[in-house]
């Protein structure tokens, strides 16, 4: 018998349109519970999984793969987005992982190249790399942008960390290495793990949600000896008087939770702080 004349699984029963298992190896039955003879299907293994009866019908994982319709479907599944979570975190922990001492500088996207601060900011990327670190931001404009540049321009490690937006911002022109990300808090890892401490500059939600994140990790000790300075005094201080009066007040926060945040006016005061401390940072 020639080997086109050789009997298939397909050949043990007509086919319908609508019978998906047909396209299936002949040890998977080709509908329900039971095959033609009435019998339960064996038991078979899907990867690490041990399917028995009913189970056991499900398509095999080889031909979901090869012998699928719509080839875009799986990308928008749970499974396939896991895949890209991983590859992102695999790409910034194998980027930065020789990066050396750094520190994470944020600010808002909308400081004007003519404000005090994103002069400070430049005066920020400058004295850090004089102190030896690299500087990481968000890679965007305004505050980010500041830092980059002064780090850029004394020769230092420009880091700009990215996220997808539908809105603002693409990388800086001051960024020498740059990742882009799609989830934030696989870019909020990177923002914690591989710094030393933070230098805020006035900003937005965004920059509050950072410097949130890291007072949380400081006070929960997932991150220990971790300074995080803010700077611009007039900004910051309604917010603090906020704390003080609201959060410490009720009981929600304790007195030692405000030695997490220290507030200075300058670039070299705030260099000073994060410089002296961070060398105990253990990172995460």
């Known amino acids: 018998m020639s080997f086109s004349q050789h009997p ?12 998906d298992a047909a396209r299936f190896a002949s040890d998977v039955p080709l509908s329900g519970h039971q095959d033609s003879s009435g019998a339960e299907p064996p038991p ?4 690490s999984v041990e399917l028995r009866r009913r189970q056991a019908s499900v398509p095999q ?5 090869l012998d699928e319709d719509d080839n875009g479907a799986f990308t928008r599944t ?26 994470s500088v944020f600010g808002s996207a909308r400081i004007a190249r003519n404000s005090q601060y994103y002069a400070i900011g430049e005066e920020v990327g400058r004295r850090l790399v004089g102190s030896g ?15 980059n540049k002064g780090a850029c321009e004394a020769g230092g490690t420009s880091v700009g960390l990215g996220i997808e937006l539908p809105f603002e911002q693409g990388m800086n022109e001051w960024v020498d290495l740059g990742i882009n990300f799609r989830y934030f808090f696989a870019r909020k890892t ?26 949380t990790l400081v006070q929960t000790r997932k991150v220990t000896s971790f300074p995080i300075v803010l700077i611009g005094v007039d900004y910051w201080q309604p917010l603090m008087d906020w704390i003080t009066g609201t959060l410490l007040a009720e009981g929600t926060v ?18 000073r702080i994060v410089a002296a401390s961070a060398g105990h940072h253990s990172r995460p």
Do not use: H
Request: proline fraction near 5%; hydrophobic fraction near 45%.
């Open 78 to 103: 749970d499974p396939w987005r896991v895949l890209r979570i991983q590859s992102e975190f695999v790409e910034g922990f194998g980027t930065l992982a020789d990066l050396g001492p750094a520190i």
């Open 8 to 19: 298939s699984a397909s050949d043990a029963r007509p086919l319908t349109g609508n019978d």
């Open 133 to 147: 670190y690299a500087v990481i931001t968000g890679g965007g404009p305004g505050a980010m942008e500041a830092a």
């Open 254 to 271: 304790s007195e030692q939770d405000l030695c997490l945040l220290q507030l200075v006016d300058t670039a070299e005061e705030a260099v």
């Open 61 to 65: 994982s080889d031909n979901m793969l």
């Open 44 to 47: 078979r293994r899907r990867g």
């Open 190 to 215: 990177m923002f914690v793990k591989y710094a030393n401490g933070f230098v805020v500059l006035p900003g937005g939600f965004g920059t509050l949600d950072e410097l949130f994140e890291a007072m």
